[in-house]
Each structure stands twice: as structure tokens, then as C-alpha cells.
């Protein structure tokens, strides 16, 4: 049961995708190299996000290449998708 009622508050969850900041230079983050067809400024990423808002969407993926990523760890065999995730994430911790 929900304390607040249905039109009290909307909030999307915002998937962005790699977004270049200023916080991966401050962080020291060893993997500076981002994939084009994932990356969008935070700008770009706020004017979906907000666009989303106002349709009322639940769930907002920035951009094309993360919709597809997203759509692919939702088809592939789960192995498939763990050794992609694990090949993509070799060396950064």
C-alpha cells in the first residue's frame, strides 16, 4: 500500500549510459575511453530524461546504443551476456 496518492509524484528511473564528467578525471577512473554509440553529455541526458518525465514514462534509457544494450541483456543467453559484461569491465577495478 502506498502512503502518497497516485498523482502526488512522478519519478522516472533515468538509465544514461556512460556520461563524460568531470568526475571521472577527479576520481583518477582508470577507463577514460568511452563507447560512441552509448556516450551522451549530460546535457543530452537531462533534455531525455526530462522529456520522459513529461510523458510519464516509468523507465527512460538514453539514447539508441543503450536501448539496444538494454535490449540485448534482455534476449541473450544469460552466459553470453555475463561474458560480454565481464570482457567490457576486464581492468577497470
Known sequence: MSSLPAAACA??????GPVP??????SG?????????TTLTA????KIGYGGLKH????????LGNKLAATFLKVAPRGL??????RHNAGRY
Open 21 to 26: 564528467t568531470e568526475f571521472q578525471v577527479r
Open 43 to 46: 546535457e543530452r541526458v537531462a
Open 29 to 37: 577512473a582508470r577507463n577514460k575511453r568511452f563507447p560512441r554509440l
Open 81 to 86: 551476456a555475463l561474458a560480454a559484461s565481464a
Open 11 to 16: 519519478s522516472p528511473a533515468l538509465c544514461p
Open 56 to 63: 510519464g514514462r516509468r523507465l527512460v534509457v538514453a539514447g
